[in-house]
């Protein structure tokens, strides 16, 4: 058991018979006072310290100024541009609105509100990047389709052909040769375009390209009968 004569020295307000309640496990009413006004100050404290730093910073005197936040913003819009969003998401639409508005308050000399509208042009812009990421994405997954697709009829194309022109002279096969060549150039083109990354061209051509392959597929029907 600790001294408690080196207890009542560190601790003077502790008397002979505060030792003794100390020994039952009991605590004198001014050390209990004492110690509730401290567990008080330390709450009070902890709440300063969770709500001063958001009061300065809606203040303007700590974080970002407006101008830092309005171009901050400006760049999270460049980075959706970048991953394809447009003015017809509603997103992208609203970081727009919101930056245009951050800039004219900023001009205007209002900083905190320019703030507050430089914080919501930056949060709409990156939901109209994941909304171009997740459009970009069904946009792929409809290219690999369509590429699919043509590469399956360019075989087929190429299995009539072979057997249409078995035996025929050099005179009979070429104009057919020169429709095989526009069929696979067009089946060639949307593969390409699909390998680089242009999946918009692959929707875009796709029309065209199915138009000459069945064309060029109905002629050498034509040509077996």
Not at 22 to 45: E, Q, S
Not at 48 to 71: D, H, K, M, S
Request: proline letters at 3%; charged letters at 30%.
């Amino acid at each position: 058991m600790a001294d408690m004569g080196a207890i009542a020295t560190r601790l003077p307000w502790l008397s002979a018979a505060d030792r003794a309640d100390r020994v039952d496990g009991a605590m004198r009413p001014l050390a209990l006072h004492l110690l509730r006004r401290a567990a008080l100050y330390a709450l009070i404290a902890a709440a300063l310290l969770l709500a001063v730093p958001r009061i300065l910073t809606e203040l303007g005197v700590l974080g970002e100024t407006a101008a830092v936040a309005v171009e901050r913003a400006g760049r999270a819009l460049e980075a959706a541009r970048a991953y394809g969003a447009t003015p017809e998401m509603p997103a992208m639409r609203d970081a727009e609105r919101q930056l245009l508005s951050a800039r004219d308050l900023v001009r205007r000399g209002e900083k905190r509100e320019a703030r507050h509208a430089a914080a919501a042009a930056a949060a709409s812009a990156v939901e109209a990047q994941r909304a171009a990421l997740v459009a970009r994405q069904e946009e792929q997954r409809r290219a690999e389709a369509i590429v699919d697709d043509v590469d399956r009829r360019l075989n087929d194309l190429e299995d009539s052909y072979t057997v249409m022109t078995t035996g025929l002279d050099k005179a009979a096969v070429s104009p057919l040769f020169s429709l095989m060549k526009a069929a696979r150039a067009a089946g060639g083109g949307l593969a390409l375009a699909y390998e680089q990354g242009d999946y918009a061209k692959v929707l875009r051509d796709r029309p065209a390209a199915i138009e000459v392959i069945e064309s060029t597929s109905a002629t050498l029907r034509s040509a077996k009968r």
